[in-house]
């Protein structure tokens, strides 16, 4: 059993009393893919990435963490500080990223990169390509500042992020204890105000999103080799490993955990 925490002084307490067992270090910073809580919220089966990968008995995890976070959120204001302060103060082996999927299918972004469906239109005008240009840009340039400033205070560390894999509109949203809706799903709205009713249209739709943005992660691995590991988690999951809309089962979870695991924590560019 690994160990996880998103407090950092219990974080170098741990270093201190397991620096014997030599674990790899990790400062996790992401969306809801690190943070999505348990069905009883402290209780019940792993969650989320961050869950599975903390069963690991070489890992010493900080989880940043936050659901709803955006890319451009992660190189901003009082998060970017403290991201930098953590970085300045412990050395780390890896730092995990989670990013650049709310930037696309969050609640206030997805509509915005939609036209409205006509009878004449294919599913591919439906995209405003101008805007969803203009956010994968967005998402880009975060990543890369983000990077910057990593590995200027520490050169030698490695950078996992993953891809997401493709969502699967629906109206069903978070259920607390899976039980009681207490939100409307994210995407699935916004095609329905768009007159996009076909769901094979739909899930086209954001697989063309997505996979703009996996082409983009993979240049910027290009630009880093010596840094930076994109772990290609498109197309793992089937539609029984989906919670909800945006978020995997347990299961869904403990297979994109494993890969990068496997491919970027443990695996090449060591």
């Known amino acids: 059993m690994g ?26 910073e992401g969306d809801s893919w690190f943070t999505y809580p348990r069905r009883f919220l402290l209780l ?21 963490g936050s659901n709803g976070d955006e890319i451009v959120d992660m190189i901003s204001g009082d ?19 989670s990013g650049g999927g709310n930037d696309i299918v969050g609640r206030y972004d997805f509509g915005f990169l939609l036209h409205e469906k006509t009878p004449e239109m294919e599913w591919r005008e439906c995209i405003n390509t101008t805007r969803l240009f203009i956010k994968i840009r967005q998402v880009e340039l975060a990543y890369r500042e983000l990077i910057e400033r990593i590995i200027e205070i520490q050169p030698k560390i490695r950078i996992v992020m993953h891809t997401y894999d493709f969502p699967i509109p629906s109206a069903r949203g ?39 943005l996996k082409s983009t992660l993979t240049k910027i691995e290009k630009d880093y080799p010596r840094n930076v590991v994109v772990v290609n988690t498109q197309g793992m999951l089937e539609d029984r490993h989906w919670a909800n809309e945006i978020h995997p089962t347990s299961q869904g979870f403990g297979l994109i955990a494993q890969k990068i695991y496997f491919e970027g924590i443990i695996g090449r560019k060591a």
Do not use: C
Not at 46 to 54: E, M, R, S, Y
Not at 85 to 91: E, P, T, V, Y
């Open 3 to 28: 160990w996880e925490t998103s407090d950092t002084s219990v974080f170098k307490d741990l270093l201190k009393k397991y620096a014997h067992l030599n674990p790899i270090r990790i400062l996790a």
């Open 44 to 64: 019940g089966k792993d969650a989320n990435v961050i869950d599975h990968l903390a069963n690991e008995d070489n890992l010493l995890i900080l989880n940043t």
């Open 79 to 97: 998060q970017k500080f403290a991201l930098l302060k953590r970085l300045g103060h412990i050395d780390f082996d890896v730092v995990l990223l």
């Open 174 to 212: 978070y259920e607390l204890f899976d039980v009681i809706p207490i939100g409307k799903s994210w995407i699935y709205p916004y095609f329905v105000q768009k007159k996009i009713d076909d769901p094979d249209e739909q899930r086209k739709i954001i697989r063309n999103m997505l996979l703009r």
